[in-house]
C-alpha cells in the first residue's frame, strides 16, 4: 500500500510549515514522495499565507513548478496572477492550509474538517507541536520573575490538551508531537509538566475524559511513547532521550528539542533510531558562504553606502580602538584595520526581496538547498542598524575571527557597552552575558529561535566585511528550509516564521523513522466515530473458489453482526466493482439482516456485467442463502444511526484490511 500511495498527515499547529515540508521531502523505496500533507492548520494570518504559497508549490510534481511560481519569487507576477493561473491548484492548496485557531475554533468544524481531509483513511500521521513560549528557559526565566502566579496559569500550558483531544477523536496510527527543551524542567502548579504530558498522550481517551474535551466515556485506545534517540528499555527511558541535539544530527544549529513518538499500541511496533544526515560537522560558513555579500542599513541617518563605509571607516578613530582588552588584543584591532580596508574598497548593496545572483554551489546539501530556476536568492534583504551597533558588531565578528568563540560582554571595551542595567549584569555574569552572538563561521550556529525578529545582536554575521545581523534567507539556510521556500509577509514576520519553525531537514529524517514503522506495521483500524461501531466478522464465512468468493448469510449470528438497540435492521452489500477504465460501478444489496438473528430477505436477480468492456465477469450470482461474488473487492454493512450512516467493510479478497467509517 505504502509503495503506491501517499500517506496523509495532519500538520497542527504548523507556523510555516518546517515539519510538513520535511515530510513531503520524503521518498519512499520507489523513489517518490511517501507523505502528503492533507490538512494544514495554524492561526497566525502570515504564517497561514507562507503555508498557502508553499502548499501550491506543492500540488505540482517535485522539480517541476511551473515558471510563473518562480516568477512570482522574482516580483514579475503577483500572487493572484499566479494562483489565477493554476486554479485547481489552488483550490486544493487553499483546502489544505486552513487558518484556524485549535480551542477557538469550533471542535465540531475542526473534527469536520480533519475527516474530509482524511477522506476514510485509517493510514496516516498526525505531527505538530502546540506553542511553546510558556515552557521555553528563557521565556520562562523572565515569566517567572514578573508574575510567578501569571506564568502558572498561562493558557498556553494547556495548549497540547487540544493535541490530545484530537488524538482521542481521531486515533492516529502513529503521531509526532515537537516541543522545546523547557519542556523537560517545566512544572504546573507543582507537578512536572513533561510527566502530564506522557500520561496523557499514552491514554488519550482517558486524559480527554478527564478535562472534558471529548464525548467517549469508553473504547480506550493507548500508545506507546518513544524517544526519537534511543530505544525502550525494561527500565524506560530518563527524559532527556527525547531531547533531540541537531547538530548531532548533522544540521549547520545547535538546535535542542524535545520530540515525542506515539506509536497505537496494538501495531505492535518497536521504532529505529533517528538517522543522521551526514556524518560530518555543518558549519554556519558550509550553508551561507555562497550567497550574495550584503551590507547593512543605516539607522536614523541618511543610509548610503557611501555613508556606510564612511562611518565603519571612522572605527579608528574612536576611543576605545587599540585598547588592551585580553591577549588577543593586537590580532583583534588588526582584524578590524583589515576588515575596514576591504569595505572601503567593496561596493556592496542592502539586498532585496530578489536579488539576481549566481555565487557558485555550495559544497554540502545543494540538492537540498538549490533551486537554479529561481535565477538568484529571495528573502535576503538586512536590517538597519544604529552606528553604535555596527562597531559592537564588527568587535564582535573580528574577535570572533581570532579567537574562534563569540565575545561576552566583559570581553567588551567599557566604552562600546551598551548603556542600560542588563549590560552591567551581562559583564558580571548574570543575565544575558552573550547579548552581542557572532554566529562563528567554522561551528554550528546558536539556536534559531523567533527572538530574532526583535534585534539582530545575537545572530551577528561572522563576516566583518559586512558588518551586520544575518538575513531571513540566511536563517533559513540555518534551518534547513529549501532556497524555493518563500515566507510570505514583512520581515518581522519572516523572521518570527522562520524562528518557530522546524527544521525542514531534521523533519525529513523523522518521517524516515515514522515511514519504517507504518510500513512494517499491521493495521486493525480504529473506530473515530462517537457510537459505538458496529461489528461485522465474516471472514471466517468466505469461502474461496479461484477469483471467486462466496459468502454464507446463514452462519450470522450476534456475535457477528452488532445491532444497536434502537435499530431493527442492517443492509449488507457487495461494492467496488473491478471495472476498466476507471469507471465507477453501483454497489449491490445482498441482504437484509434483522435484530432476531434472522436474514429478511435476500435479492435473488442475477445481475448481468456492469461494464462490457471489463476483463471481469461483474456477476452476482444469488443460490438459496449463499451469495457468490465475482469481480467485488468489499463486502459492507451499513445501518442507520442518530449521527449518520455507519457501516463496517471488510474486504473479500486476502491481505485486505478491515476499514470502519462514518458517513455524515
Known amino acids: 500500500m505504502i509503495e503506491k500511495t501517499h500517506i496523509p498527515v495532519i500538520d497542527l499547529f504548523a507556523g510555516p510549515g518546517g515539519l510538513g515540508e520535511g515530510f513531503e521531502s520524503f521518498n519512499g523505496k520507489n523513489g517518490k514522495s511517501a507523505f502528503k500533507i492533507c490538512l494544514s492548520i495554524e492561526k497566525d494570518s502570515v504564517a497561514h499565507q507562507t503555508l498557502l504559497t508553499r502548499s501550491f508549490y506543492r500540488q505540482f510534481p517535485s522539480g517541476n513548478a511551473p515558471h510563473e511560481y518562480y516568477k512570482y519569487l522574482r516580483g514579475e507576477i503577483s500572487r493572484n496572477e499566479l494562483f489565477e493561473k493554476y486554479p485547481r491548484q489552488f483550490e486544493k492548496a487553499a483546502f489544505i492550509a486552513w487558518k484556524a485557531e485549535l480551542g477557538i475554533t469550533p471542535h465540531k468544524e475542526v473534527t469536520k474538517k480533519i475527516n474530509e481531509a482524511l477522506n476514510g483513511s485509517n493510514f496516516w500521521v498526525l505531527i505538530g507541536g502546540p506553542p511553546c513560549q510558556a515552557y521555553s528557559l528563557a521565556g520562562r526565566s523572565v515569566m517567572i520573575s514578573k508574575d510567578r502566579d501569571k506564568y502558572e496559569n498561562d493558557p498556553r500550558h494547556s495548549l497540547y490538551k487540544e493535541y490530545v483531544q484530537i488524538i482521542a477523536d481521531h486515533r492516529p496510527p502513529v503521531f509526532i508531537m515537537e516541543n522545546v527543551k523547557g519542556l523537560l524542567s517545566s512544572t504546573l502548579n507543582g507537578s512536572k509538566v513533561f510527566d502530564l504530558i506522557i500520561s496523557d498522550l499514552g491514554n488519550p481517551v482517558a486524559a480527554a475524559n478527564s478535562y472534558g474535551k471529548t464525548e467517549r466515556n469508553s473504547d480506550t485506545v493507548l500508545y506507546d511513547i518513544y524517544p526519537l534517540t534511543r530505544k525502550k528499555t525494561l527500565f524506560g527511558v530518563d527524559p532527556r532521550d527525547f531531547l533531540i541535539e541537531s547538530e548531532n544530527l548533522g544540521l549547520p544549529q545547535k538546535r535542542h528539542r524535545v520530540f515525542l513518538l506515539g506509536i497505537r499500541k496494538d501495531l505492535g511496533i518497536t521504532p529505529r533510531e533517528i538517522q543522521s544526515v551526514t556524518n560530518e560537522i555543518t558549519t554556519v560558513e558550509d550553508v551561507i558562504f555562497n550567497l550574495p555579500h550584503l551590507r547593512s542599513g543605516l539607522s536614523k541617518i541618511n543610509d548610503t553606502t557611501e555613508n556606510w563605509i564612511d562611518i565603519l571607516k571612522l572605527v579608528e578613530q574612536q576611543s576605545w580602538f587599540g585598547q588592551e582588552i585580553d591577549g588577543n588584543s593586537e590580532k583583534i584591532w588588526k582584524e578590524m584595520r583589515l576588515a575596514i580596508k576591504t569595505i572601503s574598497e567593496n561596493n556592496l548593496s542592502r539586498g532585496l526581496e530578489f536579488l539576481s545572483s549566481n555565487n557558485g554551489k555550495l559544497k554540502v546539501f545543494a540538492e537540498w538547498y538549490e533551486d537554479e530556476k529561481i535565477g538568484g536568492v529571495i528573502n535576503h534583504t538586512t536590517r538597519s542598524h544604529i552606528v553604535e551597533d555596527l562597531y559592537r558588531y564588527l568587535f564582535a565578528s573580528c574577535f570572533a575571527k581570532v579567537t574562534g568563540k563569540s565575545p561576552v560582554l566583559r570581553n567588551f571595551p567599557t566604552e562600546l557597552l551598551p548603556l542600560h542595567k542588563s549590560a552591567d549584569k551581562g559583564v558580571d555574569g548574570d543575565l544575558f552575558c552573550d547579548r552581542f552572538h557572532v554566529q562563528v563561521q567554522n561551528k554550528p550556529s546558536s539556536t534559531v529561535i523567533a527572538h530574532i525578529s526583535k534585534d539582530g545582536h545575537y545572530f551577528i554575521h561572522p563576516d566583518p566585511t559586512q558588518c551586520r545581523s544575518m538575513t531571513v534567507r540566511e536563517v533559513a539556510r540555518l534551518q534547513t528550509f529549501p532556497d524555493n521556500y518563500f515566507f510570505e509577509g514583512g520581515r518581522t514576520s519572516q523572521y518570527q516564521q522562520v524562528g518557530n519553525a522546524v527544521p525542514p531537514l531534521l523533519?525529513?529524517?523523522?518521517?524516515?523513522?515514522?515511514?519504517?514503522?507504518?510500513?512494517?506495521?499491521?493495521?486493525?483500524?480504529?473506530?473515530?466515530?462517537?457510537?459505538?461501531?458496529?461489528?461485522?466478522?465474516?471472514?471466517?464465512?468466505?469461502?474461496?473458489?479461484?477469483?471467486?468468493?462466496?459468502?454464507?448469510?446463514?452462519?450470522?449470528?450476534?456475535?457477528?453482526?452488532?445491532?444497536?438497540?434502537?435499530?431493527?435492521e442492517a443492509k449488507i452489500f457487495a461494492t467496488n466493482p473491478i471495472l476498466a477504465k476507471g469507471k465507477q460501478g453501483k454497489p449491490k444489496v445482498l441482504a437484509i439482516y434483522t435484530k432476531a438473528g434472522k436474514v429478511k430477505n435476500i435479492d435473488k436477480p442475477v445481475m448481468s456485467a456492469i461494464d462490457s468492456d471489463s476483463d471481469v465477469d461483474n456477476v452476482i450470482n444469488i443460490e438459496a442463502r449463499k451469495a457468490r461474488l465475482e469481480g467485488y473487492r468489499y463486502l459492507e454493512f451499513e445501518h442507520p444511526g442518530t449521527r449518520g450512516s455507519f457501516y463496517a467493510r471488510v474486504a473479500i479478497y486476502p491481505n485486505e484490511d478491515l476499514e470502519i467509517k462514518h458517513k455524515s
Not at 526 to 541: C, F, G, H, I
Open 507 to 568: 523533519a525529513r529524517q523523522i518521517a524516515g523513522v515514522v515511514f519504517d514503522i507504518l510500513h512494517t506495521a499491521k493495521f486493525t483500524p480504529v473506530s473515530r466515530t462517537t457510537q459505538k461501531k458496529p461489528k461485522l466478522n465474516v471472514a471466517s464465512q468466505i469461502f474461496y473458489h479461484g477469483t471467486a468468493a462466496e459468502v454464507d448469510f446463514t452462519a450470522f449470528n450476534s456475535d457477528l453482526v452488532y445491532l444497536a438497540p434502537n435499530q431493527t
